[in-house]
T-cell receptor
Framework: DAKTTQPNSMESNEEEPVHLPCNHSTISGTDYIHWYRQLPSQGPEYVIH???SNVNNRMASLAIAEDRKSSTLILHRATLRDAAVYYCILRGDGGSNYKLTFGKGTLLTVNP | NAGVTQTPKFQVLKTGQSMTLQCAQD?????MYWYRQDPGMGLRLIYYSASEGTTDKGEVPNGYNVSRLNKREFSLRLESAAPSQTSVYFC????????????FGSGTQLSVL
């Protein structure tokens, strides 16, 4: 299974942009890149996902490298409510379509 | 909409006791998942069910059994609880298609003494 690598922690200031990186050098051509986040004492929640093109939604943007070996989750203006653990995961195709595994994620701290 | 409902929210067991964690979803999803999360750690996949009637092992299946009772319900059973199974357990169901995503329950905090 393709793996992802994320920094253990990152820090940001409120109202500044945040770029959360994820490396997935062994990604296959049919793997989707998903991002979830987990607020303190809650279950994870979906943020965004994409395959090849950059994606935007109301929560964040996802920038995918041209070779797809890395991606970046962009929070355009961090708020204190964005302090969470952010997980980058790959959703495979075929037989691995259903086996969704999370790593340790990146703990984002947002300073007021 | 209730989404994914897990019961109980908290449980304390003695070593060797058994119990079943319940999970139900009302979104008509085919796929469901059980994860555990130890303090300060990420989520680890225990078992998953791609569809009603099928279950598969995840990363850490030892010590657990699952039952996909019907499309709505996916239960996780600890036959003989051990202190190493102290963790927070999350159930999830998956919406597929263009707007695919996982929906998580609020978790069950389990302590095994």
């Amino acid at each position: 299974d393709a793996k992802t690598t994320q920094p253990n922690s990152m820090e940001s200031n409120e109202e500044e942009p945040v770029h959360l990186p994820c490396n997935h050098s062994t990604i296959s051509g049919t793997d989707y890149i998903h991002w979830y986040r987990q607020l303190p004492s809650q279950g994870p929640e979906y943020v965004i996902h994409g395959l090849t093109s950059n994606v935007n939604n109301r929560m964040a943007s996802l920038a995918i490298a041209e070779d797809r070996k890395s991606s970046t989750l962009i929070l355009h203006r961090a708020t204190l409510r964005d302090a969470a653990v952010y997980y980058c995961i790959l959703r495979g195709d075929g037989g691995s379509n259903y086996k969704l595994t999370f790593g340790k994620g990146t703990l984002l701290t947002v300073n007021p | 909409n209730a989404g994914v409902t897990q019961t109980p929210k908290f449980q304390v067991l003695k070593t060797g006791q058994s119990m079943t964690l319940q999970c139900a979803q009302d979104m008509n999803h085919n796929s469901m998942y059980w994860y555990r999360q130890d303090p300060g750690m990420g989520l680890r996949l225990i078992y998953y069910s791609a569809s009603e009637g099928t279950t598969d092992k995840g990363e850490v299946p030892n010590g657990y059994n699952v039952s996909r009772l019907n499309k709505r319900e996916f239960s996780l059973r600890l036959e003989s609880a051990a202190p190493s199974q102290t963790s927070v357990y999350f159930c999830a169901s998956r919406r597929t298609g263009r707007n695919e995503k996982l929906f998580f329950g609020s978790g069950t905090q389990l302590s095994v003494l």
